[in-house]
């Protein structure tokens, strides 16, 4: 490849036409922040927040505040 950017300088830096959200605890140290793919461990993704505000109630986060989520462990209190 070439170009004014050699390749391993500054990575791979590209505009995503379809950007995905994902969603992370708010919680400042928590463990698993990411919420993901039941059974897996891939982040679940998808360009819709109310897809993945419904997966997270699934899942046993909890909105704390308006775009603040805990995820199941954080806002249960630190008891694992
Ligand atoms: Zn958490």
Do not use: I, K, Y
Request: glycine content about 8%; some cysteine.
């Amino acid at each position: 490849m070439s170009g004014p950017d050699p390749v391993g300088r500054l990575g791979r830096v590209w505009f995503d036409p379809a950007p995905l959200w994902e969603l992370r605890c708010a919680a400042p140290f928590c463990s698993d922040p990411v919420l993901v793919v039941a059974d897996d461990e891939r982040p679940l993704r998808n360009p819709d927040r109310t897809v993945l505000a419904d997966e997270a109630r699934v899942a046993g986060w909890q909105q704390a505040a308006p775009g603040r989520w805990l995820c199941r462990s954080c806002h249960q209190g630190h008891d694992r």
